[in-house]
């Protein structure tokens, strides 16, 4: 897998999990619903994706996104 689709994977996967806290146990789990967006948003614009760096740190092949 790639850094673009691993990106995509995590984003989905935190998402995901924060509305399902947000339903078992606190509402305030949905701040980091908003934070996973915000960031996602910030990286279309600027190019700068954190966890892109981490995984090619890590060793990952680059895709097309976060050259």
């Not at 806290?21 to 279309?44: D, E, I, K």
């Amino acid at each position: 897998m790639n850094i673009d689709r691993l990106v995509f994977a995590f984003a989905g996967l935190f998402i995901l999990v924060s509305l399902v806290l947000s339903q078992l146990h606190s509402p305030y789990w949905l701040w980091f619903t908003a934070f996973v967006g915000a960031n996602m948003l910030q990286a279309a614009f600027t190019g700068f994706c954190p966890l892109a760096r981490i995984l090619s740190a890590l060793g990952k092949r680059p895709g097309t996104a976060f050259q």
